[in-house]
């Protein structure tokens, strides 16, 4: 199958061949003709499966040709960075149209944001929080939305927003059409597309396990806490980790493994919740043009980031559930492509992690350490002891 078979029209199969892309996801095959059949559609797909495209194509295709200057389609994300990867996503698939892209999401100018709902800007991708400040101001135009976007609607659970895309939808038109994307469906989830969606086409590419993407490679290393930064130092002694993500448990770890690295001339970046929102959009476009090798992040980027050719993504620290674990090396191999994910397992954190391995269905098989030498002090990461592996609010 190719795109031309999907029955797209010219304008954004030109757009889908100036962009690289060749064959369809199984999501984007699965997803578009219903979509263009004005079908609601819940689907049930794994993070890195193509689900922007899924849903961004059918969007352009029904609007391309209406009159401008009326919001014609909302997206709902649950992060900002979600928000502005997704918003240029469907801007460059739309390239060759004149429909207009706007994100709307919090810690940047509410005045710019408004301007983007007064103009009619036609498609509109925001997370709730922001949507609803805007809402509240009456800046916000959504009597003319004729289609919904819902993704990630898993994360917005987690994240508390349930309770806020409910109050927006009593803005919404109840004549639309509407798209629902989430990577798991959870009761609540379940229950909020049962209220929101009409006969919907249901497409389910997750597994029973949960299943990390075919092309991931994962490698497992059982050390010391003391000496991970000093394990990850001799592992970027190896040029072929010329990009990764790698993770950390908190904010202030963060920080302190993004020193260390600087410290031994690695080019690094940071994105977490205490640094401001300008801070992360440029530290995250840094990343992606390459100017720095390593991107250190807390949770709030395992999700919906989309980076070409990501090679690697490092677990310095356990996450809190195999969930997390599959989003968070998910951000590699993205749309069929191959990466490696590292973890980096340290004794307290051996029960949180056989729970993950339980989770997704097998024992990772671990792999020796190589040969660290002296601890080295100005390396050591401060020594926490973790929580349970449990769902907590996300705070980033």
Do not use: C, W
């Not at 962009?19 to 699965?30: D, H, M, N």
């Not at 135009?141 to 819902?150: A, I, R, S």
């Not at 969606?197 to 396990?209: H, T």
């Not at 980096?344 to 098989?365: C, N, W, Y």
């Amino acid at each position: 199958m190719t795109f031309a078979s999907l029955a797209l029209p010219p304008a954004l199969l030109r757009a889908v061949h100036d962009l690289g892309f060749t064959e369809p996801t199984p999501v984007q095959l699965a997803a578009i003709p219903p979509a263009l059949a004005g079908r609601d559609v819940l689907a049930n797909a794994a993070t890195g499966s193509g689900k922007s495209a899924a849903f961004g194509l059918p969007l352009l295709a029904a609007i391309a040709n209406l009159p401008r200057g009326k919001t014609r389609a909302l997206v709902l994300v649950p992060t900002r960075e979600l928000a502005i990867q997704v918003a240029d996503h469907i801007a460059k698939l739309g390239a060759h149209t004149k429909v207009r892209v706007a994100a709307v999401y919090g810690g940047v100018s509410f005045g710019r944001q408004a301007e983007a709902f007064q103009r009619g800007t036609e498609i509109i991708v925001a997370t709730p929080g922001r949507l609803i400040d805007h809402l509240g101001q009456n800046t916000a135009k959504l009597g003319d939305v004729g289609f919904l976007v819902l993704d990630e609607a898993d994360r917005m659970l987690d994240i508390g927003f349930l309770p806020a895309v409910r109050r927006i939808m009593k803005y919404v038109p109840g004549t639309r059409q509407t798209l629902f994307f989430s990577a798991t469906i959870p009761p609540a989830v379940a229950t909020l597309a049962r209220d929101i969606l009409r006969d919907p086409v249901r497409i389910n590419l997750a597994s029973e396990k949960l299943a990390p993407a075919a092309g991931i490679t994962q490698t497992v290393y059982t050390v010391d806490q003391t000496r991970k930064t000093d394990l990850l130092l001799e592992l970027l002694k190896d040029n072929g980790i010329y990009s990764a993500i790698a993770f950390t448990r908190t904010k202030s770890r963060a920080n302190r493994l993004a020193a260390v690295l600087s410290k031994n001339n690695i080019s690094v970046e940071r994105i977490h919740g205490d640094r401001s929102q300008a801070q992360r959009t440029r530290a995250l476009q840094e990343f992606k043009r390459g100017k720095h090798r390593i991107l250190v992040a807390t949770d709030i980027a395992a999700r919906g980031i989309d980076i070409v050719d990501l090679g690697h993504v490092v677990n310095f620290d356990v996450p809190a559930a195999a969930e997390d674990y599959v989003h968070r090396i998910g951000r590699t191999a993205r749309a069929q492509a191959t990466g490696d994910a590292i973890t980096f397992v340290s004794a307290d954190e051996e029960k949180t992690f056989a729970l993950i391995e339980r989770g997704l269905g097998r024992r990772l098989d671990r792999t020796k350490v190589p040969d660290l030498g002296p601890r080295s002090e100005s390396a050591a990461m401060p020594i926490r002891h973790h929580a349970p592996a449990r769902r907590q609010r996300a705070r980033y």
